[in-house]
């Protein structure tokens, strides 16, 4: 929990030094964040002289301990659950990604006092399948988004950025479903969750955004054929890092891509901004991190 420098004696008003940055990730509940290990990784990769902590804020004491950071030397943080639409009453200006999205995930305290907010989550998704799969298009077909949460949100936003020429979203619910579409307009549609294996015929892209398949949830079990072998298969889920869903179309002979690239590429306009370096998403990288996955 924060509200004031844990790192200082109380009645300490001084002012972290500007040379040395902080920046961290704002949440609740948060120990869980992988993010402290990405950011460590390249401060110690590039010899800043900077720290990325953990806030763990309590929901009730949000709009008292938020205004707080960039006096504390923040040069900007993280945004996780419950606060990704809550920081946007403190943001200056929003990026096209939040704006369309609702949500913001990346904010930077400028010297001004102005707080930018973004959607890593958009560039991120993109990064990481073109990194993984360059010959993928999104324009070759029709997409299947399995999911209707906030990363959904990011991801059909990205596809339709993308060219994809129609994405259908099918989701447990399907009145969340039917509230994304209206969001994005013509060219999204939804369909019943009993209608996923039906959706699937003729798509280019299939991607799950949904948690099912992470460590203690039930499988996303779809049945993939050789008739949507063509079909690039991306899960978002990145623990493990190959789910039952990634191991199933792999063994079909479709294309995959798994989760963990897409959170080390969404880490890094955050870094960039925060620490004045871009940084690389590398085998390094990628060690270090799956060694904290549990
Ligand atoms: P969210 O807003 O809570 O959405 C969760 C989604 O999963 C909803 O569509 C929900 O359906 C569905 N779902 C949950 N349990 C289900 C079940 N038993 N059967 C069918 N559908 C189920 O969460 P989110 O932020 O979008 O994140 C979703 C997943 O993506 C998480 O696993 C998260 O870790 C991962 N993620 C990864 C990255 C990355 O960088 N790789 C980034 C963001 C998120 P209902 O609407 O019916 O509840």
Redesign the pocket.
């Known amino acids: 929990m924060i509200g004031m420098d844990p790192m200082r004696p109380e009645g300490d008003d001084r002012r972290t030094p500007p040379d040395r940055r902080r920046a961290g990730v704002i949440g609740w509940p948060i120990s869980h964040s992988l993010s402290p290990r990405i950011h460590g990784f390249w401060l110690s990769r590039h010899g800043l002289d900077g720290s990325y902590e953990i806030l763990g804020i309590e929901p009730e004491r949000f709009h008292l301990v938020f205004p707080t950071l960039p006096g504390q030397g923040f040069a900007g943080v993280n945004v996780t659950?419950p606060f990704k639409e809550w920081v946007l009453d403190y943001a200056t200006r929003v990026t096209p990604a939040v704006r369309k999205t609702g949500a913001a995930n990346t904010l930077v305290f400028a010297d001004d006092g102005t707080i930018e907010a973004d959607n890593t989550?958009v560039a991120?998704?993109l990064m990481?399948v073109k990194s993984s799969a360059p010959d993928w298009s999104a324009r070759a077909g029709p997409a299947v988004v399995?999911?209707?949460?906030?990363?959904?949100?990011?991801i059909v936003w990205a596809l339709l950025g993308e060219g994809a020429p129609a994405v259908t979203v099918v989701?447990?619910?399907r009145s969340?479903?039917e509230d994304l579409c209206r969001h994005f307009g013509e060219r999204v549609r939804s369909a019943d969750?009993q209608g996923l294996d039906g959706a699937l015929d003729g798509t280019a892209t299939i991607v799950n955004?949904?948690?099912?398949?992470?460590t203690g949830?039930?499988p996303?079990e779809v049945a993939f054929t050789p008739d949507r072998r063509r079909a690039l298969v991306v899960d978002?889920?990145?623990?493990p890092l190959k789910t039952a869903f990634l191991a199933a179309a792999e063994s079909n002979g479709n294309p995959t891509v798994s989760?963990?690239?897409?959170?080390l590429h969404?880490a890094v306009p955050g870094f960039s901004a925060w620490f004045g370096v871009r940084p690389e998403v590398d085998d390094g990288l990628w060690e270090a991190v799956v060694e904290g996955l549990q």
């Open positions: 659950i989550d991120g998704f990481n399995i999911g209707a949460g906030g990363a959904a949100r990011a989701n447990r619910t969340r479903a969750w955004t949904t948690s099912l398949g992470m949830q039930p996303l978002i889920v990145y623990n989760g963990l690239g897409m959170l969404q």
